[in-house]
């Protein structure tokens, strides 16, 4: 049987057991009841389900407990987003201290709303082109400055700024700090996206957060964030680290870096690598053009050792000896030309003599030419008395016609 210690006062406080117990026993007389809602989140962990469950209208949640006995009798389709009816207890654990859900049923009762809403939103901005690969810009190789979209303190931050300064530790970043979750974080997310994409010195802007359950990863879909978002000229890194969920805000980004690690990675080139890279680029070019230049002077030294190379006076020898035969052939063929020149003129010269009129006066005829020189072909044309020019074999004479001499009779 259990004193009742009456009422809790400061100089009689109730121990944490008492109090405890206390919870535990109210809860306990509320009972098993059916309660209607969306699971936000749904894990496996040795066979129990762990996961939350939220009301559909207003912001509330629960948590809940389904054992592995109890699991085997749901629907194996049960997962987050799926909209169900529950048969619940209450339960107080009082060595821990928290409040949970224990599940005895549960059961379908539609598309949750959240993920009907974000699906018909998907659609939309995807009818309308927002999802487009194309619209996608390139990430600067070296950005000067990089913007980052986190929550103020939050290990995102860190380990962005972390790893993006042990791979180049002079890179430089403007940090706005906003809400990642809850009522305020679309409107001051989308603030920060307009005033980072407004500054000329940004190159790239990162949106990070470190992932969370389905509820609040909702703030990176909503439409004016994600319009924001798709309007900005500058490249978006989405780090939001949740890969089931897929926000809507990982499709209208430049890049999906899987976590905030993962960002930095991406975003900021590694010193050492590029300093390798550079090096190793240096290696091949000193390398090839070694190479190169040994090769070429092989070549030359195989040019310098050919005979026309190694003696200067080779060239001019070797043309001088060929010069002399052709001048000897040229004098050969010149007086070879010149005798069967000589025969044929000697031959020419005994028809033109053989055909010449001198010959016929060698014979001792004589060529008479009239007084005006034209040559006499007929006794006719030279009378008595005309004087006549006789041409010899060797000069002229003249001469005067004459009758011709009168034949005495013959005695009969």
């Known amino acids: 049987m259990t004193i009742d210690p009456g009422p809790s006062t400061v100089d009689a406080p109730w121990p944490v057991a008492l109090l405890s117990n206390k919870i535990k026993g109210w809860i306990d007389r509320l009972g098993s009841v059916w309660v209607e809602g969306e699971i936000t989140q749904w894990g496996l962990s040795g066979g129990n389900v762990y996961g939350k469950l939220k009301d559909l209208d207003v912001d509330a949640t629960v948590g809940f407990t389904v054992w592995s006995s109890v699991k085997a ?65 390139p990430l600067p190789f070296l950005p000067g400055c990089v913007g980052l979209i986190t929550g103020k303190d939050s290990d995102a931050e860190k380990d962005v700024l972390r790893n993006a300064q042990l791979r180049w530790p002079a890179v430089a970043f403007r940090v706005v700090h906003t809400a990642v979750q809850g009522d305020r974080a679309s409107g001051e997310v989308t603030a920060a996206l307009k005033l980072l994409d407004a500054d000329p010195e940004v190159d790239v802007i990162i949106v990070a957060r470190g992932g969370g359950d389905f509820q609040n990863l909702l703030v990176f879909s909503d439409e004016t964030l994600v319009r924001t978002a798709a309007a900005c000229v500058t490249p978006i890194v989405s780090a939001i680290g949740h890969e089931a969920d897929r926000p809507l805000l990982d499709e209208v980004a430049s890049l999906r870096a899987s976590t905030p690690t993962d960002a930095a990675k991406r975003v900021v080139p590694d010193v050492a690598e590029e300093l390798s890279r550079v090096q190793q ?110 041409t010899l074999a060797d000069g002229t004479v003249t001469t005067t016609v004459t009758p011709p001499p009168t034949t005495p009779a013959k005695a009969r």
Request: no cysteine.
């Open 281 to 390: 680029a240096r290696s091949r070019i000193l390398s090839r053009v070694t190479s190169f230049v040994v090769t070429e002077i092989d070549r030359l030294e195989q040019l310098r050792s050919r005979p026309v190379l190694a003696s200067s006076s080779w060239l001019v020898d070797s043309r001088a000896e060929e010069l002399g035969r052709y001048i000897g052939r040229s004098t050969e063929l010149i007086d070879l030309m010149i005798e069967r020149s000589l025969t044929r003129v000697g031959e020419l010269r005994s028809q033109l003599r053989a055909l010449s009129p001198q010959r016929t006066l060698d014979r001792g005829y004589a060529i008479a030419q009239m007084p005006g020189g034209a040559v006499l072909r007929s006794e006719r044309e030279a009378p008595v008395g005309t004087p006549l020019l006789l």
């Open 73 to 137: 009798k749901l629907p194996d389709d049960l997962k987050q987003g799926d909209r169900v009816i529950a048969l619940v207890k209450p339960n107080y654990w009082v060595k821990g201290g928290t409040l949970t859900m224990q599940v005895f049923e549960m059961r379908h009762v539609g598309l949750g709303d959240l993920l009907e809403r974000l699906e018909r939103l998907r659609q939309k901005l995807r009818a309308e082109g927002l999802f487009d690969p194309a619209r996608r810009k």
